[in-house]
């Protein structure tokens, strides 16, 4: 079955930077795209960017550009959002998502990870 | 960006019930190639990650029980709950996959009346 893994809680100071992983098993990781989705505290989601099936192409909202990178390692089947200079409203929840629609990438987000809470505080 | 707009915010139906939960596009996310609406709606319970619920506007996903329905097309879009179940009290989003950035919905939260 499918799976995605993240990595555990952080904490981080302002301006600090954070990389969270998520772990793909259960189908071919080098098949699918993956988004990146945050939830501040008891708000909606928001979308942050997607990495391409092939790890050919990235595309991030305009919101976090120049300080999030979404990058994948197939041998590892494991997808990573590293977001810098922190702030307190970084505070989230951040889930990894895949795309159902394969390889192009624009499909309905079928497998969810669980969450990661990062906390970004003084 | 195309922005998404669900309504009402909050909805309160009795067990039994049918619960009717609205999501508007500023845009059509239907794609005339294909004629697929680039729609799905989600729902989260507190403390777990969203969950697939509805793709391409109207195919509910496997699993997902059948008193769950999605309609419309274009831009106005409607996911209905035939007979509103204690276990579906949740906050539902809907989101458009036709063009980047993804967009959701601000969420309905659904409760027993």
């Known amino acids: 079955q499918v799976q995605l893994v993240q990595s555990g809680a952080e904490v981080k100071k302002p301006g600090a930077s954070v990389k969270v992983s998520c772990k793909a098993s259960?189908?071919?990781?080098?098949?699918?795209?993956m988004h990146w989705v945050r939830q501040a505290p008891g708000q909606g989601l928001e979308w942050m960017g997607w990495i391409s099936a092939g790890n050919v192409n990235t595309k991030y909202s305009q919101k976090f550009q120049g300080r999030v990178t979404i990058s994948r390692d197939t041998s590892a089947n494991t997808a990573y959002m590293e977001l810098s200079s922190l702030r307190s409203e970084d505070t989230a929840v951040y889930y990894c998502a895949r795309d159902g629609g394969g390889s192009s990438g624009y499909g309905h987000f079928d497998y969810w990870g669980q969450g990661t809470l990062v906390t970004v505080s003084s | 960006d195309i922005v998404m707009t669900q309504s009402p915010d909050s909805l309160a139906v009795s067990l039994g019930e049918r619960a009717t939960l609205n999501c508007k596009s500023s845009?059509?996310?239907?794609?005339?190639?294909?004629?697929?609406?680039?729609l799905g709606w989600y729902q989260q319970k507190p403390g777990q990650p969203p969950k697939l619920l509805i793709y391409w506007a109207s195919t509910r996903e496997s699993g997902v029980p059948d008193r769950f329905s999605g309609s419309g097309s274009g831009t106005d879009f409607t996911l209905t709950i035939s007979s509103l179940q204690a276990e579906d009290v949740a906050v539902y989003y809907c989101q458009q996959y036709y063009s980047t950035p993804r967009t959701f919905g601000q969420g309905t939260k659904l409760e027993i009346k």
């Open positions: 845009q059509s996310v239907l794609y005339s190639s294909n004629n697929k609406n680039y």
């Open positions: 259960g189908y071919t990781f080098s098949t699918y795209a």
